[in-house]
């Protein structure tokens, strides 16, 4: 829940300005609007890189001032537009962040991102080394593998800001409903220019210059 939140830098104007938006547990809701809209700022709150000037988000109804991020953050993942991927094998780069994951875990994660569909084109397979920052993969493998990272960690609130944005409709609109379907009980929050991904969300919420300016 987000009551009253305000968010600025210093000599800017508002990113965030009075924001009042509650997301019940296991939802999923999407957050639309223009660049500068406040969408990504109110995500970086959530996960505490930034903090609030004013008003309160609580978690379960816990000020998430009071809570350690240790406790916290190994329950949040993100998958943002351009993930860093690192100068290892696939199979690590998957495991980053999970390293108690067990291969079922793995393999899981492999076939829900669809990183199963050209594990076949790689030399090594899942032991393929990528390269700096993932140069053997195009943008839209490299998104599938952020995905299979953020899915290892099987999280209760799972972020996508624009995720899936190298993916071609029908690839994205498949990776949603595998989302949904695997990770029942998590909540989801979605950011997103593609409004046609958005119809089987439970909640949108439109931001303008830094307010929730409509609900749907």
Do not use: W
Request: aromatic fraction near 4%; hydrophobic fraction near 45%.
């Amino acid at each position: 829940r987000f009551e009253g939140v305000c968010f600025r830098h210093e000599a800017e104007r508002p990113l965030l300005e009075g924001v009042d938006l509650e997301i019940l547990p296991s939802e999923t809701v999407a957050l639309v609007g223009k660049s500068g809209a406040g969408k990504s700022t109110l995500v970086d709150l959530l996960f505490r890189f930034l903090d609030p000037q004013s008003g309160s988000i609580t978690i379960d109804g816990v000020e998430l001032s009071s809570l350690s991020m240790t406790a916290v953050r190994p329950r949040m993942a993100v998958v943002s537009q351009d993930e860093f991927l690192f100068h290892d094998t696939l199979r690590e780069n998957i495991r980053y962040g999970a390293a108690g994951a067990t291969d079922s875990d793995l393999d899981r994660a492999v076939q829900l991102s669809g990183i199963d569909t050209f594990l076949g084109e790689l030399p090594q397979g899942l032991d393929t080394v990528l390269g700096e920052r993932g140069l053997r993969l195009s943008a839209g493998q490299r998104q599938r593998v952020s995905i299979a990272r953020a899915v290892l960690r099987d999280p209760a609130i799972l972020v996508l800001d624009e995720a899936t944005s190298a993916l071609d409709l029908e690839a994205d609109r498949a990776l949603r409903a595998a989302l949904r379907e695997t990770a029942k009980d998590a909540t989801i929050l979605i950011i997103t220019h593609r409004l046609s991904t958005l119809g089987s969300v439970d909640c949108v919420f439109v931001l303008d210059e830094g307010l929730v300016t409509e609900q749907e």
